[in-house]
T-cell receptor
């Protein structure tokens, strides 16, 4: 099983809403990532969890709040977003640190903030 | 200087030709290198990774790495229209993977 599952696939939310994106993998990977991708741009790293601990936060606004409840799950809690936060949100996982292992991406959640 | 650089393209090649995609990176400590294919509106799909100098072949795809020159490339032989996509070069440093801006490949039937 080389799958990273993200839910929901699509999400429309208002600027006052609170919602969560979910990501799950069962490959035994101990590093999980959130990326944000705008149209015609590369994925931009938001957060990295390594062994369930937040190891990298790329200066992401506090309206995005990540959570890693266990080694298989990664959440991204959203609150008071802005229309410019509309993007494809990608979750990925890999083994941490080792050089010769790839990162697997989920199918993404396409978020629209209205 | 961007961490990972690619020519944005589009790169147009006729069907059956070899497509050559290039990527340079700035961090000499980078450990491994990935090529992802991304169709419009879809998530990136890993097609190759390489971490040793030299060539790595998988079917129609060959990845080439030159750490001294900080250069990685992807060759696609016998290009097919279904190969038309954006190809993202990604570089693993300590704890994170950084992407280039991608090269759009168009294979003309």
């Amino acid at each position: 099983d080389t799958e990273v599952t993200q839910t929901p696939k699509h999400l429309v939310m208002g600027m006052t809403n609170k919602k969560s994106l979910k990501c799950e993998q069962h490959m035994g990977h101990r590093a999980m990532y959130w990326y944000k991708q705008k149209a015609k741009k590369p994925p931009e790293l938001m957060f990295v969890y390594s062994y369930e601990k937040l190891s990298i936060n790329e200066s992401v606004p506090s309206r995005f709040s990540p959570e890693c409840p266990n080694s298989s799950l990664l959440n991204l809690h959203l609150h008071a977003l802005q229309p410019e936060d509309s993007a494809l949100y990608l979750c990925a996982s890999s083994q941490p640190i080792l050089r010769d292992v790839e990162a697997f991406f989920g199918q993404g959640t396409r978020l629209t903030v209205v | 200087q961007k961490e990972v650089e690619q020519n944005s393209g589009p790169l147009s090649v006729p069907e059956g030709a070899i497509a050559s995609l290039n990527c340079t990176y700035s961090d000499r400590g980078s450990q491994s290198f990935f090529w992802y294919r991304q169709y419009s509106g879809k998530s990136p799909e890993l097609i190759m990774f390489i971490y040793s100098n030299g060539d790595k072949e998988d079917g129609r795809f060959t990845a080439q790495l030159n750490k001294a020159s900080q250069y990685v490339s992807l060759l696609i032989r016998d290009s097919q229209p279904s190969d038309s996509a954006t190809y993202l070069c990604a570089v693993r440093g300590y704890q994170k993977v950084t992407f280039g801006t991608g090269t759009k490949l168009q294979v003309i039937p």
